[in-house]
């Protein structure tokens, strides 16, 4: 009986992820998928696919040059080949059956944020069920399906690697929840939460929240937790291992690299989850709760000597070894870098849309530990939400996380207040009920702050939404895409797109490892017209690109009003350039480097 409600119930739940996914592809196709055509700045999905092309045209698994960005030679970028090898297959797979590259690549670039939606949406739907009940999972259909269309990174070209990693993490965070009653479920739970980590260190913080807690409710409930603490410390430790052999070249195995999985992640996750594994297996270890909370001791101590002995550099901050240079003309202008107090200053619509539905969440998973209906679901759930909005208080990308485990909480409260309309129908608890459906969908908060917001603006100048100002549409580079392959000097936020759509090379993208390319540029669009001609000539530049109305020129021009871009800007083109006929007055304006000869 038992098994055959399980069987139904999952049922139900793909159904109702399926439904939200379809309904998704059925809204972007009505729209004739405007993302592919217009990325709208989504400069990691265009690099990412790349990535993948230069892995088709036969670059080294283990080769991660990005070798048409940067300086000659390239640079070494920091993402894995664990997001390439899938889209690869899947490519190649479409290619086979359609006959054209071409479209296989916008297949994929359709299909898969959809798949990912689709999953992140039952792995949601699952939590909540596993947290609240069956009754939660209409509002979980509703409310996720809302939170994750608005976060906007299951849209058509998002390729890159924020959806497969909150995917992954709301897998695990599920597996978690149902464990109890799931032999296997701990086991892959720990495998997802490791591959979310080998796909990007941004996930770090929630791989290693769920790893504490399944840590601490072992610690405290030997009997009921000890298989599921087992389990995952195996899943976590032998998944690290595979990882770690099959990415790495064993020429690179002793190197230590702090932003992408390496000896040093596969160090801390490997013992991490094999000591985890071990002290839920050795009697010795966990036959009390003194001697687990030794053994925990032990383990972490031992963690911690090998961070602060082996790996020193690793606990400075993310972008403290950063040139000061990039960090105030780059990374202090990247939106999702920025912090609540940064948005507050900058933006407050965008702090009410961003940050009011976890809040909200918080004040619930408070008001259940008040009142000591504590359970493990809670520790598991209120954990990663409050690592979510911490990390989202520093850097704004962590909402993309908070704002969906908020889901689960939320769903719980429509779920109480549906419950209470049934059973005792008054306009009160209807009125209850229907409040607590507008609070919970994120959308509705970030209306109503926009609205205000604009409410309170003067004078704001109407956009022409028919011009491609910031360059974001694959249109605005036709005209570069059909010259003879050159180096183009071009700000960062031109660099991704000029390679997806163009087979040139660039020197400035916004990544961080690309230290010597983007200095490069800053010296010669911020510098005099002679420095750009002394940097154009050495670096042997065929082109010039220039935007007038992306963010990042109207950012160089006023930080240099003398400088070369500055003067380009104002129409002044120096006697070594010449304007690319038929592109003056477009949203990119080309000039031709005169031949010294």
Known sequence: MGTARGTSAGKSDIAFALLAALLLLALNACAGFPQLANPAGDNDSLLQLVEVRDLLAGQG??????????LEGGFVMHWSRLLDAPLALAILAVSALTGSTALAEQIVQIVWPALQFFLAMFFIIRAARAFAGAHAVLPAAVVGGAALYYIGIFSPGALDHHNVQLMLTLASLALLLEAPTHRSAAFVAGICATLTLAIGMESAPYAGALGAVVALLFLGNRDGERLIARDFGLGVAGVSALVFVTTIPVSSWGQAQCDTFSVVQFAVTGLAGAGLAAIASL???NATAARRLISFGLLAVTLALVVVLLFPQCLAAPYAHLDPRLQQMWLGHIEEAQSIVQLVSDDPARVVARFA?????IVLMALRLGHGGWRRQDSLVGALLIVAVLVSAWEVRGSTFSIAFAVIPLSAWIAKWRQQAETSPSSGSMLRMAA??????????????QAASSAFETGAPAGDASIDAPCNSKASFAALGAMTPTT??????????????????????????????NLLVFDALLGSAADAKAIVESHHVGLVALCRGNTESRLFAAKAPDGFLAGLMRGSVPDWLEPVAGTRGTPLELYRVKSSG
């Open 357 to 361: 539905t976890p809040l909200v969440a």
């Open 61 to 70: 698994w283990f080769d991660l040059h990005q070798y048409r960005m940067g």
């Open 436 to 449: 607590a459906w507008l609070i919970s969908v994120n959308a509705i908060w970030s209306g109503a702050a």
């Open 283 to 285: 009697r010795a270890a």
């Open 488 to 517: 183009v000097l071009a700000i960062s936020n031109l660099g991704s797109p000029i390679l997806a759509f163009t087979g040139h090379r660039v020197f400035a993208g916004p990544y961080h490892r690309n230290v010597a390319g």
